[in-house]
């Protein structure tokens, strides 16, 4: 039995799982051993392997029982967006009593907004704080089936990825790709899959 057969990973847990061990790499007791900071601002620990979910690898063999799991399929790019920002760790003014609170780690499916001022206990009045606000960039590309895979007389289907960090510009249009990420289920089409690794096929 294969050692991924008795492994599912939930979308909050396998995103959680590959930012811990980003972290890990990053920590100061592998600085001096690795020099990241000379090969790479941040460093993204991708997972590569991972068996076919579903079994075929086919977009539309995607079911309920997949959304919210760390899946691996495969298509061709048929489109590619430009790179926007997305909010990464933000930081909060209040405008009843000028305070500034934070910071709060963005959540790559929904965008998280204070419902209270730490300070004066105001429900309301927030504005993003620009200056302590980071943000990080993402892609959004479709992935359509291959023409091989389709059966007879049924329409090829597709997927919109979100592509964070470095594997921003890696695809182009036309090109087949192989993509390990996971499927929330409260996905809007902006972030249909969330992308943790993108190879050439």
């Not at 997972?47 to 298509?75: A, F, T, V, W, Y």
């Not at 499916?109 to 620009?130: D, I, L, M, T, Y």
């Not at 329409?155 to 594997?167: E, I, M, N």
Request: hydrophobic share 35%; charged share 20%.
């Amino acid at each position: 039995m294969s050692c991924w057969s008795s492994f599912r990973f939930t979308s909050a847990r396998s995103l959680i799982a590959l930012h811990t061990f980003s972290q890990v790499l990053a920590c100061p007791s592998l600085f001096l051993l690795l020099c990241s900071e000379r090969i790479a601002e941040e460093i993204y620990v991708r997972i590569k392997g991972l068996p076919k979910s579903p079994d075929s690898g086919h977009i539309r063999d995607i079911r309920n029982e997949h959304l919210n799991q760390l899946i691996n399929i495969s298509g061709v790019v048929t489109r590619r967006s430009g790179v926007f920002p997305q909010l990464k760790i933000s930081w909060f003014d209040c405008m009843a009593c000028s305070s500034v609170f934070g910071p709060f780690v963005q959540n790559q499916e929904r965008e998280f907004r204070p419902n209270r001022c730490p300070q004066c206990q105001s429900k309301g009045g927030f504005q993003v704080n620009a200056e302590r606000t980071i943000y990080r960039n993402y892609q959004k590309v479709t992935l359509q089936e291959a023409p091989g895979t389709v059966p007879p007389g049924r329409l090829p289907r597709h997927k919109d990825v979100a592509l964070l960090g470095d594997l921003i510009d890696k695809v182009r249009p036309g090109q087949k790709i192989e993509v390990t990420g996971s499927c929330p289920s409260n996905s809007t089409p902006m972030f249909c899959f969330s992308c943790g690794i993108c190879s050439s096929c």
